[in-house]
T-cell receptor, first 114, second 116 residues
């Protein structure tokens, strides 16, 4: 069965610090990869996605993620966080040969201190 | 981006009653919709996959007679929590994939159910 692991449950950073959130998945086939963000009181929004091509994907609000196939990882990065980045971040995987639904990680809560 | 709307966003009901939650794709057609449940401080757990015009596919451990799903049109799926109990209190989220099936899901705002 597929699984998605986000090892950081809660990350606290000061503004302007760099961010990297880990995401690992367990599936040997072809996958689509996503990062979603849930701001307080709001619904899930797509940050970025990887389907194919350049493994370094750039998303909205200065976020990027790198797909490393050999490590089954899709870590999310941002060089300089802002207070407004405080939110819950979810990594998700869609196995193309499977049931074609998304499997989510447990999420990482990011708190940015002004 | 595409818009998915859920209604109601917040509902409180008495134990034993049934509650219906609607999920609509407002500007695209969705052959497939997904229903998730999110517990506090936890991730989204897929409950079922709803396919237009056919029976929903439930994940293991989800009672299909308790969580009735209907996907009668390409823009509407409904989740009915029957004979609700306090342990059914949760945040229910739907998502929809457009007919182009690119793999991207669009999420509704979620519906918070509180069963007294």
């Amino acid at each position: 069965a597929q699984s998605v692991s986000q090892h950081n449950h809660h990350v606290i950073l000061s503004e302007a610090a760099s961010l990297e959130l880990g995401c690992n998945y367990s599936y040997g086939g072809t996958v689509n990869l996503f990062w979603y963000v849930q701001y307080p009181g709001q619904h899930l929004q797509l940050l970025l996605k990887y389907f194919s091509g350049d493994p370094l994907v750039k998303g909205i609000k200065g976020f990027e993620a790198e797909f490393i196939k050999s490590k089954f990882s899709f870590n999310l990065r941002k060089p300089s966080v802002q207070w407004s980045d405080t939110a819950e971040y979810f990594c998700a995987v869609n196995a193309l040969s499977g049931a074609n639904n998304l499997f989510f990680g447990t999420g990482t809560r990011l708190t940015v201190i002004p | 981006g595409a818009v998915v709307s859920q209604h109601p966003s917040w509902v409180i009901c008495k134990s034993g009653t049934s509650v219906k939650i609607e999920c609509r794709s407002l500007d695209f057609q969705a052959t497939t919709m997904f229903w998730y449940r999110q517990f506090p401080k936890q991730s989204l757990m897929l409950m079922a996959t709803s396919n237009e015009g056919s029976k929903a596919t439930y994940e293991q451990g989800v009672e299909k007679d308790k969580f009735l799903i209907n996907h009668a049109s390409l823009t509407l799926s409904t989740l009915t929590v029957t004979s609700a109990h306090p342990e059914d209190s949760s945040f229910y989220i739907c998502s929809a994939r457009d007919v182009m099936n690119t793999g991207e899901l669009f999420f509704g705002e979620g519906s918070r159910l509180t069963v007294l």
